[in-house]
Structure formats: structure tokens, C-alpha cells
């Protein structure tokens, strides 16, 4: 099978869709398949472009076995809402030119969104190459927008609105990553035979319970109970109740680890110094090789989701952590993906976004019951192993590709 992989984020970047997609396209490589893959320059998440592909409008590239096409964007450091607008929509023009010229026929395109109208460009390249179109959604857009204030105005909510209806439309098959995406798509009127449910993961071989790793530790200053978030700073995390907890801990043996970059990185280092808190520190995002011991050096790692975004996003961090084989502490609605996945699999705890009483209730029970919080992250680990490890969904996705695929030819 030829399959068409389209998304604005791929490897060496390590944000979630692009490590998710260099370890899909390894297994379709490894199962025989043939894949392409449609990209940007890496710039994720500095906005700088690394000089072995600066100063390009086109390049390919071989990766894993991959071929890689990659066509122009416009990429910055100042993370500004039109800058990033101005970053998605040069690709967006880019990708559907050089896609068209450059691009082989395919039995099959899996595009994978954001940006919402990579799903127009994505069905324009079916198109113009005669074959069928997998959408695949990691968050529900123009909603998560709208929910954190980055989209305002009637008409250009609309708008977006209706792109989003078109895109679902015009997809063969559409695929989510959780039920509760499902929910919203078919309470949009999308047809349940053309949705099909395939959560994201974590790969268990790649990380692995470990104990806890005292050189980085030291290297931090974790003398005490380490509470680790890593991941992007972004306007779905919601990080402020931490920097509240902290405050109220200040003084008791808690040490708040924040690691990666995002717009929202600036405000939360600003709300922490004019506290004055020494228990809390900023790290850049590390290497995703040391990732694996940046989850074993906590006693507990953090995933946070807005309540705006409860419904519309699902951080892809939860599943690392749960191969990790740590407990889980989220801040996330009761009604999210994330609370629900850690109640099913019982590897930790959940906290309302704004209950910061409760947050520094369950920080300072884990403190003090280590055997019960560590029996939470064997859980963890044992529930990604059965129903979240990489080889298992990603040859599910292997599997709708290849359904899609069938049709054209039938």
C-alpha cells in the first residue's frame, strides 16, 4: 500500500503529532508498506528553523525509510497569535503546491489536524491524485479555540464552523482519538460509520519503568517530593492551581519541576517570582532520548487540561506517563478524557482545574504514601501494555488505511 502522510508537524520536531507520525510511518514501513510524508521545516517549539534546513522552500529527505518531502513556512520566534496564523498558512499554500507537483499517487492520503484547513488542502491533494483521504483529529477546531479565547468575532467563528462541517464531510473516514471526540462528531451530524476511535500512545519499549534517577535529581535540586510536569505551555494547560499549590507549600518538603515552552511559559514564571516560591523551577524543554528519565525522576507526574479544553483535547503526555510507570496526578474536569482514563486505569489522582484546596490535600497525601501511589503507576504501566501501546494502535491505523485504501480500488 502507498500511503500519503500530510501534516504540518513531523520528526526531528518533538511535539506529540510529530513523534506520533515518525512512529506511525515506521511500523507501515516495517509492514511493508510505502510511505511519504508531507511536512514543514522543523521549528517546533522555538519558531527557529535549524540550519541544515534553513533557507529552503523544498527539500527531501530519506528518515527511517522514510521519504520526506518538506515545503516552505514561515517560521518565528515571537510566538504571536498572527505570527502563528502567518506560520500555518504559508505551509498550508506550500504543502498544496509542492504536495501537487512533487507528491506520488497514493492509495491512500492521512492528514492529520490542526490546522482545520490542512483538511481542505489534504482533500485537494486526494483529489488532484485520484485517491481516498483518512483525517485523522488531535483536537476539535474552531471549539478549542474559541473555548480559550484565541478565536473571537461572530463571522470568523462561523466561518471556521463551517470548514470544520466541509472537512468532515469530504472525508472518507475520520478518525479520533477519543470517545468523547466521537461524541462530538456525531452530535454534529456525522455519519458513526465514517468515525472510527483510535487513541494515541506510548511506545513501552522506548520508556520504561526505571528507578528513580538520583544524578538527574541532584542536578535539579529534588531533595524532596518531585511533582514534574513536562509538556507545552500552551493555552490548554492549565498551570496556574500548581503555582497556587506551591505558594501553600512553600514551606513543606514539595518541589514543582515545570518543564518545556509555550505561549503561556512567560505568565507562569511571572506568577511564580512575584511570589517569591523557591520550590518551583522552569527548565526547557529536554531531549525526547532523556525523556524517559525526566518521568522517572519524579515521585509524580503532572498532566493539566483547561476546562475549556476538557472536551475538545486530550494531551498526549498521559500516555508517556503511564509507561513510565508513575502515578498520575491531573488537573483536568471529571468529565475529561484524561480523568477518565486515569480513573479506568487507577494510576493516580484527579483535580478539579480550579480546586486548589483539594490539589494541596492530594499532593501531601502522595508525600506520605509512597507504597499506595507506586502500586498506582504499576497500574498505569499495565493498562497502556494492554490497551495503549504503539504496535497495537498503530496497526489499527494500519488497518482503517487499508479499508480506505480497498474501497478506491473496489
Known amino acids: 500500500m502507498d500511503i500519503l502522510v500530510y501534516s504540518a508537524y513531523y520528526q526531528p520536531e518533538q511535539v506529540g503529532p510529530a513523534i506520533f507520525l515518525g512512529e506511525l510511518a515506521a511500523d507501515l514501513v516495517a509492514a511493508g508498506h510505502r510511505v511519504t510524508v508531507l511536512t514543514g521545516f522543523p521549528n517546533y517549539p522555538h519558531g527557529v528553523i535549524p540550519a541544515a534546513y534553513r533557507h529552503k522552500v523544498f527539500q527531501r529527505e530519506r528518515l527511517a525509510g522514510v521519504d520526506v518531502i518538506r515545503?516552505?513556512?514561515?517560521a518565528s520566534p515571537v510566538r504571536t497569535m498572527p505570527r502563528r496564523v502567518a506560520s500555518f498558512a504559508t505551509f498550508i499554500g506550500s504543502s498544496l503546491v509542492g504536495g501537487a507537483l512533487a507528491a506520488p499517487r497514493a492509495d491512500v492520503i492521512y492528514a492529520t489536524l490542526p490546522p482545520l484547513p490542512l483538511g481542505v488542502t489534504a482533500w485537494a491533494l486526494a483529489r488532484l491524485k485520484g485517491t481516498r483521504l483518512v483525517v485523522n483529529l488531535q483536537d476539535i477546531h474552531p471549539?478549542?479555540?474559541?473555548?480559550a479565547g484565541v478565536l473571537r468575532g461572530r463571522r470568523i467563528i462561523r466561518f471556521f464552523e463551517a470548514m470544520e462541517g466541509w472537512v468532515y464531510r469530504h472525508a472518507d473516514r475520520l478518525v479520533v482519538i477519543s470517545e468523547g471526540f466521537k461524541e462530538n462528531l456525531l452530535a454534529k451530524g456525522v455519519p458513526e460509520s465514517r468515525i472510527?476511535?483510535?487513541?494515541?500512545?506510548?511506545?513501552?519499549?522506548?520508556?520504561?519503568?526505571?528507578?528513580?534517577?538520583?544524578?538527574?535529581r541532584g542536578e535539579w535540586g529534588l531533595s524532596n517530593f518531585a511533582l514534574?510536569?513536562?509538556?507545552?505551555?500552551?493555552?490548554?494547560?492549565?498551570?496556574?492551581?500548581v503555582i497556587e499549590a506551591a505558594a501553600v507549600l512553600r514551606d513543606e518538603p514539595f518541589r514543582f519541576v515545570i518543564i518545556g515552552?509555550?505561549?503561556?511559559?512567560?505568565?507562569?514564571?511571572?506568577?511564580?517570582?512575584a511570589r517569591?516560591?523557591?520550590?518551583?523551577?522552569?527548565?526547557?524543554?529536554?531531549p525526547l532520548e532523556r525523556y524517559p528519565k525526566v518521568l522517572s525522576t519524579a515521585d509524580m507526574n503532572l498532566v493539566t487540561l483547561s476546562s475549556a479544553a476538557a472536551m475538545t483535547s486530550v494531551p498526549s503526555k498521559i500516555y508517556k506517563t503511564m509507561a513510565s510507570g508513575r502515578p498520575v496526578l491531573a488537573i483536568a474536569p471529571a468529565s475529561s478524557e484524561i480523568a477518565r482514563l486515569v480513573k479506568a486505569a487507577g494510576c493516580g489522582f484527579v483535580v478539579e482545574p480550579e480546586q486548589v484546596d483539594e490539589l494541596v490535600g492530594v499532593l501531601r497525601y502522595a508525600a506520605t504514601h509512597r507504597e499506595e501511589i507506586g502500586e498506582m503507576g504499576r497500574c498505569g504501566r499495565q493498562y497502556l501494555e494492554q490497551h495503549l501501546a504503539r504496535k497495537v494502535l498503530t496497526g489499527r491505523i494500519a488497518a482503517i488505511l487499508s479499508e480506505v485504501a480497498s474501497e478506491k480500488r473496489g
Not at 515552552?261 to 517570582?273: H, I, N
Open 276 to 286: 517569591g516560591l523557591p520550590n518551583v523551577a522552569f527548565l526547557p524543554f529536554q
Open 143 to 147: 471549539e478549542i479555540a474559541v473555548a
Open 261 to 273: 515552552d509555550g505561549v503561556r511559559k512567560s505568565a507562569l514564571e511571572d506568577a511564580a517570582r
Open 196 to 216: 472510527r476511535v483510535v487513541p494515541n500512545w506510548a511506545d513501552p519499549e522506548f520508556v520504561r519503568p526505571e528507578a528513580r534517577d538520583d544524578p538527574l
Open 71 to 74: 515545503t516552505y513556512l514561515y
Open 228 to 241: 514534574v510536569y513536562s509538556g507545552g505551555l500552551t493555552y490548554n494547560s492549565h498551570l496556574e492551581p
